[in-house]
């Protein structure tokens, strides 16, 4: 029977992780793609994350390797296969957590990927490194919000909302050039990211202020409600209670 990453014991993950890191440090150590793509390509979606970690990681780690990861990764994102170059991002998203500027073709490439699990990647490194790594990674978002693909205007809304859920300021002026995005996917997007940096200490402070300057006063109101949505539904983690962030509403929106 086929094993997979979670059908072994700890000490057996254990190993399995410094497998990989090492037969990857070899491949990439030799240029030798074809060790990265037995790991790439694997069916197990932990084993294709314990792989892009430890790319990651050898990045770092190693001075002489991150012209060869480059390279490599490079090729390895016109592969036919999705799950290679899905976890080609995923790996660009490690090292761009530190150097966004080496792996930045990266995304603008994998942002236009056929396949959704690729353009997924994309958005899920977006909010990892938007967390870890703003300046740069906002920079780059910004170019593609009025994007005539409204898919990549909706990924880009998505993929900064983490740095906004403890630094909204960070954030909202990008939101807000949104506001009159008449997509409905992008607009429902939108709603949501702006409901998730409105809980924790201090957000929703933010968050109302700035909607109260905003001139679409019909979305600001559907934002508001799913802010008040969001109150109750994270209720385990939002540093309000429902109650108290509708009284704080009720005194302080506006419009």
Not at 55 to 65: H, L, M, P, R, T
Not at 168 to 173: A, E, K, N, V
Request: hydrophobic share 35%; glycine share 4%.
């Amino acid at each position: 029977m086929f094993m997979t990453f979670y059908n072994l014991s700890k000490p057996q993950r254990k190993k399995k992780v410094a497998e990989i890191k090492g037969d990857l440090l070899f491949g990439i150590e030799k240029n030798n793609p074809q060790i990265l793509i037995t790991y790439f390509s694997d069916e197990d979606t932990y084993i294709r994350k314990v792989a892009y970690q430890a790319v990651g990681k050898i990045y770092q780690e190693k001075e002489n390797a991150d012209k060869k990861i480059i390279n490599i990764l490079n090729k390895l994102l016109k592969d036919k296969h999705h799950h290679i170059r899905q976890t080609v991002i995923n790996a660009a998203g490690e090292i761009g957590m530190k150097d966004f500027e080496v792996v930045q073709s990266l995304f603008d490439r994998g942002l236009f990927d056929e396949h959704h699990t690729v353009r997924n990647a994309v958005i899920g490194s977006v909010k990892k490194m938007g967390k870890k790594n703003p300046k740069p990674i906002l920079t780059w978002a910004k170019q593609y919000l009025h994007h005539p693909d409204k898919e990549i205007r909706r990924e880009i809304c998505h993929g900064i909302e983490l740095r906004g859920r403890t630094h909204p300021r960070d954030i909202l002026p990008l939101l807000k050039e949104l506001q009159h995005d008449k997509t409905a996917r992008v607009r429902d997007t939108l709603v949501h990211v702006l409901g998730q940096i409105s809980y924790k200490k201090g957000c929703l402070e933010t968050v109302i202020a700035e909607l109260n300057v905003w001139k679409n006063i019909e979305l600001t109101r559907d934002a508001v409600e799913e802010i008040i949505d969001v109150h109750e539904r994270y209720k385990d983690f939002a540093v309000l209670s429902q109650k108290q962030a509708i009284q704080y509403i009720q005194k302080n929106f506006r419009n």
